[in-house]
């Protein structure tokens, strides 16, 4: 009996220790940094639908902002125009007119995703959508960004598509580039093709907390 006794206290011992580290462990969690206090509203990851977002006229893309519930204001100030060196001749990298809504965030060990919708204005102020994730360390500093879904139309019309793979450590982004002018041997506009020359181009990017790295 007295056996018994012994062991049910035994477990009953490590019983309570493991719930006293369980609860320090729930504490250490819920000590965020005012980054993460900052965008703890936008939502976690979840398959958005740029395509349900966007509106077009004559004048170019736009954001139907009824649409899209925008989620982390205050995050604004923590996005900028820095990335490392994928992409360096894409002229969209260098568009700084522009919005951008957090939709969802994916936290992972050591950094943090944003995934965003953006109206940016390029060439003579023409509106264009695009869908842009962010890389941040824990404390709010970014570490790159990449263009990941685009609708532009001016002389061409560009079209991204991505896609995660399943574990969220590499993206593929499809770039499309269709010409649909008809040019003299002026250089003059004279009409429009009835099918655009295509140009279509993959590329893979790995997710780290370096930033996004294009694979060979």
């Known amino acids: 009996m007295r056996i018994i006794i012994f062991i049910i206290s035994l477990v009953f011992f490590f019983s309570c220790k493991d719930v006293k580290r369980e609860n320090i462990h729930d504490v250490n969690k819920n000590q965020l940094t ?4 900052c965008i703890k509203h936008i939502d976690i990851y979840r398959t958005f639908n740029v395509e349900r977002c966007i509106k077009e006229d004559e004048t170019g893309f736009f954001v139907a902002k009824d649409s899209i519930e925008n989620k982390g204001n205050c995050a604004r100030r923590y ?3 820095i990335k490392k060196t994928h992409n360096e001749t894409n002229f969209f990298y260098r568009i700084t007119k522009k919005r951008l809504y957090p939709q969802y965030k994916i936290l992972k060990g050591h950094y943090i995703l944003i995934g965003s919708i953006v109206q940016y204005y390029g060439e003579n102020d023409i509106p264009g959508v695009a869908f842009q994730l962010n ?5 709010g500093t970014q570490i790159d960004y990449l263009i990941v879904y685009n609708r532009f139309s001016y002389e061409l019309v560009f079209k991204y598509y991505y896609k995660f793979n399943d574990d969220i450590s590499e ?3 499809a770039q499309i580039e269709e010409d649909w002018l008809l040019v003299n ?7 429009e093709r009835k099918k655009p020359i295509s140009k279509n181009t993959s590329q893979t990017y790995k997710i780290t907390a370096k930033g996004f790295i294009l694979k060979k």
Request: net charge negative.
């Open 79 to 81: 996005f900028n125009n």
């Open 34 to 37: 005012d980054f993460e206090n």
């Open 135 to 139: 890389i941040f360390d824990k404390d």
């Open 185 to 191: 041997e002026t250089g003059d506009i004279i009409g």
């Open 171 to 173: 993206i593929t982004v």
